[in-house]
């Protein structure tokens, strides 16, 4: 159930941040739950692929690598899905930090069991 509830949170971060950001746009809210739903997905299989694979980088630069990581993966979910668009890096990257940030407030309000 904490599962669907924190899709939920994220969903509406999308949609938050979609209606900020001038550079995202999202079509519609069932685009806006495929979103969230890929950007897990993309956190839970292709994310540590990429932390594993630029490792040495992500030493040097004191973890400030992992920011690159998180707006790449959000230019993917950008790609995998229609109806949710990305123009740019710079977008992608702000998306990604604010999407953090979102997401950890949001799921503040959760109760832990």
Request: glycine share 6%; aromatic share 14%.
């Amino acid at each position: 159930m904490t599962t669907f509830i924190k899709l939920l949170l994220t969903t509406l971060a999308v949609i938050i941040l979609a209606n900020i950001l001038p550079g995202i746009t999202v079509d519609n809210y069932g685009t806006a739950v495929i979103v969230a739903f890929v950007i897990s997905l993309l956190n839970m299989f292709v994310r540590p692929l990429l932390v594993f694979f630029t490792f040495p980088v992500t030493i040097v630069t004191l973890g400030l690598f992992l920011f690159v990581i998180n707006a790449v993966i959000i230019l993917l979910a950008g790609n995998l899905v229609t109806g949710f668009n990305v123009n740019g890096f710079l977008t992608a990257l702000l998306f990604s930090i604010l999407l953090s940030i979102f997401r950890s407030v949001l799921f503040s309000f959760l109760k832990e069991e």
